[in-house]
């Protein structure tokens, strides 16, 4: 969702998946800036990510967090600009004395085929 110059992002976990952590970004032209708000439910990390700050369980989501163009062209009502956000999700561990705890080097394996 999308107003004055600001996306508002939520991230949902399907009612059938599993406890996740959330981590979102946001790109867009390099003459723009942005800047993030989430409250206290979402923290900034080093590289560049916003950190959902509680666990994400199946059927939540997330509050929102708004990323905002800060230098927007003058005379543009803020209807159409280009801001991508990615997100993304890594399962819930538990460490040898049942804490939770998250793994973002954890990669995925890819099934690469070729076209039909």
Known sequence: EISEWTKHVVITNSADGTPVYIRAKAFCGSEYTLTYDGGENW??????????????????????????????????????????????????????????YFDWSQKLKANERGAE
């Not at 990390?45 to 666990?55: M, P, S, V």
């Not at 209807?79 to 804490?99: A, K």
């Open 43 to 100: 923290t900034p990390g080093e590289d560049g990510f916003y950190y959902y700050n509680k666990i994400l369980n199946p059927g939540e989501e997330t509050p929102e967090l708004l990323v905002k163009i800060n230098n927007p062209p003058k005379g543009e009502n803020g209807q159409e600009f280009n801001v991508v956000v990615i997100y993304e999700s890594t399962p819930v561990r538990y460490d040898e004395n049942g804490n939770p």
